[in-house]
């Protein structure tokens, strides 16, 4: 801005040059967006065609010149990985690590997110801060000592251990996201409750519980993408000890490792990890969204 | 189907069981304190089992590691800080720190600018959600299934033969060389086109928390900017930038947290060879590989000490929020 307000400036579309900046603006941006989307598609497109050729094809020429026109797409990999490898058992591995370690954690984080929004007592607000300090903390701190312990225990290598780990790693997001949401609700709710006579427990099951199911919704679908992606834990407390017990995401990274051999079954193998992720993402995506911006923005 | 399904019933069932008798035999238990205490100790009552699991899986055994970290590789033999003067004396262990700082740098810049430009770029189309979901989808996947997509996009034939990586082959079309991307040890490249991985997979987060911010702002605010003939760009750069700096500034500590955590990646696509290892990574080397819990540990600890600062700024920002409700 100019400062002699009394000339009247020509807004800039009047202008050809103008104009022209607009035209390019508006077209810019689909052109950027396409850029950004095709550019985000193909390492994925990628692999999911390589995904359909037979071996000798990924090792000897591009997945791009399988396509135009489309030649030689199969699914044998498919098929190979299955009879091959232990992906089938490795998949039924991966549910049953993952359905209990998504459903212990939201029991004891929602009792713990009910007495810090309502409950009165002292070294609330710092043990809740506490709580969230937890957030950071980095798995590699906590591996030797607990796998020391879990071998005392008789339990290493056993489901029972990454149930229990994944419930520890888990909870403080857990609580954090609904201690957020609980502590929102309408206060006058609980004091009428209360007011009628009703227990604590009462008032945790018919009321905060059922007014807390989107935060719960987007909790479960992040807690069990958290622990159906993890390599990590499972490669530590399982790994060593019993390897049959192991999830899909270390098996594949097994793969990866044992090079040459069977480089035609990672795109199938990866597929395979990646169908319930996906199916869960876009079929609950609101609330995936939802537990983001909710755990990021609001705080 | 086998023994295993019969556990995994019983848990999913049985625990949640268990977990809300417990909750109903607190009330039982409270019947028999005096009435003035109840509500004191009902609280200590519904906080036990996530207390227990604090403790047992996150802060009992960060106190063992930084304890661990002053003995040798035999446990009980106390070495003083020798396990922290070989990281700072080790060319091997100064890569990996090197490398997490890059990390750190390189995604939050990869996902926070990519993720802005995003954000602010849906939001004049009528396509938004669409390419949101694009964006935003590889967040929703392992980091091993990442690794193992970008692995045929990294990939590499010597000079001459056909070349089966994506980037190399867009590469020989304009009769460029092949490159070996993840070998490239040269100032660190290889360790950025391993964030670039990870940029692939975060980038979806930082642009759906800005776009939420973004949607946040007035729009009658920036109605009257380009009425008085502010410019898109210094909309974008006086009204709306600043607005959305705090935000910013949140994604950016998840976004650092993130980075020094990375460990799957380096693990999958490189294993830390080729001067690509962290401190993530490096730390599972030592203790599970070499063995060696004394360097192993001291390396957890590093790791944390990294990591407080990012969580003092996480619990200052967490009470000014408190302070507002």
Redesign the interface.
Known sequence: ?TATPAIV?I??ERTSTGRLRRTA?RYG??V??AV??IV?????I??LV?SLRNSSD???????TSLFPPKGLTLDSYAAVFSETDIASGF?NS??IT??AT???I???A??A???SW???PG??L?F?A????????????????LQVFGNLGIAGQ?LSV???H???G??FA?YLLRNFM?SLPKEVFESAYIDGA???TA?FRLALPMTIPAIAALAIFQF?FV?????VAY?YLG?VRPENLPM?VQ??NL??SQGAGWEL??P??FI??AL??A???AL?RY??RG??GG??K? | ?DE?LG??LA??IG??GV??GY??L??LVLRFAPDRRR??I???L??L???L??F???????I???L?SFQGAVAGAWVGLENYSWFFGSPDALISLRNSLMWVVFLTLFTVG?GL??AV??D??RYESI?K??????L??????A???????FDYQSAGS?????LN?ILSAFGLGPISFLQVETLGLNTIFLVIVMA?MWTG?AM??LS??LKGISTELLEAARV??A??WKVFRFIVFPLLLP?IA??ST?IV?TA??A??IV???T?GNFGTQVI?SQ??KE??IFGN?GH??A???I??LA?IP??GV??S???A??AL?
Do not use: C
């Not at chain 1, 985000?40 to 994925?44: E, F, K």
């Not at chain 2, 929703?140 to 299934?145: E, R």
């Open positions: 801005m400036q807004p800039a603006g941006v689909h950027v967006l950004l989307m985000w598609l193909l390492p994925t990628g692999l390589n990924i090792a000897t020429s591009g997945w791009w039924i549910l049953f359905i209990p459903i212990i954690p029991f004891v984080a009792f713990a009910y007495a810090f409950m009165n007592f609330r607000n043990l801060v709580v969230v300090g937890l957030l950071v903390v980095p798995l590699q701190t906590t591996f030797i000592p607990i489901f149930w229990l780990a419930t520890g790693y909870l403080p609580i502590g227990s604590p427990v945790f993408l159906w992606n993890d390599l990590l530590i060593a995401t594949i990274s990866v490792s990672l795109g193998a990866a990890s990646m992720p996906l869960v993402f876009f995506q995936f969204v983001i911006t990021a923005v705080g | 189907m295993r556990t995994a848990v999913v625990v949640p977990l809300v909750i109903y607190t009330e509500s004191a009902r609280p200590w519904w906080l089992p996530a207390l699991f604090l047992a899986f996150l802060i009992f055994p960060t063992l590691t930084i661990r990519l430009l995003i770029l849906v004049r189309v390419a979901s694009v964006i935003f989808v590889p929703a996947i392992s980091m091993t299934a690794a193992v997509i970008w692995r045929f996009m056909a070349q089966t990586g994506t082959g692939w987060f759906v928390i939420a911010a008085d003939g410019t898109e935000t949140v994604v998840t947290i020094l955590k460990f799957d693990y999958v696509m294993n993530a730390m599972i203790s599970f819990f192993g540990s390396l957890a600890v790791l944390l990591i990012v969580m996480n619990i920002r967490f009470r929020q408190e409700r």
